[in-house]
T-cell receptor, first 112, second 113 residues
Framework: DSGVTQTPKHLITATGQRVTLRCSPRSGDLSVYWYQQSLDQGLQFLIQ???????AKGNILERFSAQQFPDLHSELNLSSLELGDSALYFCASSERQLETQYFGPGTRLLVL | DQQVKQNSPSLSVQEGRISILNCDYTNSMFDYFLWYKKYPAEGPTFLISISSIKDKNEDGRFTVFLNKSAKHLSLHIVPSQPGDSAVYFCAASYGGATNKLIFGTGTLLAVQP
């Protein structure tokens, strides 16, 4: 158990809908990262927050957004969902920006 | 553009023998490398890392070797155990203001009893 929690574990929704994925980092970790793992793309970095501020963006679609709250938990919002958004979404956290990242169990999203 | 490559999608090894997983990278700006192990339906688990100022790092049965001139790293597992069967991902980061990880595509290791 890495100490990073993600909810929900599974999510099934329809095209065009909006969902919110939640991540609670390890106690004391200030940095949160989101990654997407799809069948054809592997693990891809989406976005990083550090102590509430956005620090880096990867190949994150404009339909996707994220935020980190004062209690350091983070949410990833996915809107206007398409079939191709079906994937595993992982959250990771680290104590500071340049430390080893520890991953949560992931949220499996299925868009029908 | 795949900056981190794991060219072997799978590897099968007998229990007790050495497992060697390989990873190549193209970006010379990477300065920190990590190996993660992943079981189905779980998140990646951190195994071992190495900074670009070193060429070897060891932790128990796991050793990572870095050859900067060849832009190559490898993970050695000795002795291999059936519980090591999983997908292994190599990852790299630039450091700086962020350490977003660039992952390889993974190698499925099967350790046969």
């Amino acid at each position: 158990d890495s100490g990073v929690t993600q909810t929900p574990k599974h999510l099934i929704t329809a095209t065009g809908q909006r969902v919110t994925l939640r991540c609670s980092p390890r106690s004391g970790d200030l940095s949160v990262y989101w990654y997407q793992q799809s069948l054809d793309q592997g693990l891809q970095f989406l976005i990083q927050y550090y102590n509430g501020e956005e620090r880096a963006k990867g190949n994150i679609l404009e339909r996707f957004s994220a935020q980190q709250f004062p209690d350091l938990h983070s949410e990833l919002n996915l809107s206007s969902l398409e079939l191709g958004d079906s994937a595993l979404y992982f959250c990771a956290s680290s104590e500071r920006q340049l430390e080893t990242q520890y991953f949560g169990p992931g949220t499996r999203l299925l868009v029908l | 553009d795949q900056q981190v490559k794991q060219n072997s999608p799978s590897l099968s090894v007998q229990e007790g023998r050495i497992s060697i997983l390989n990873c190549d990278y193209t970006n010379s700006m990477f300065d920190y490398f990590l190996w993660y192990k992943k079981y189905p339906a779980e998140g990646p688990t951190f195994l071992i890392s190495i900074s670009s100022i070193k060429d070897k790092n060891e932790d128990g049965r796991f050793t990572v070797f870095l050859n900067k001139s060849a832009k190559h790293l490898s993970l050695h597992i000795v002795p291999s155990q059936p519980g090591d069967s999983a997908v292994y991902f190599c990852a790299a980061s630039y450091g700086g203001a962020t350490n977003k990880l660039i992952f390889g595509t993974g190698t499925l290791l099967a350790v046969q009893p």
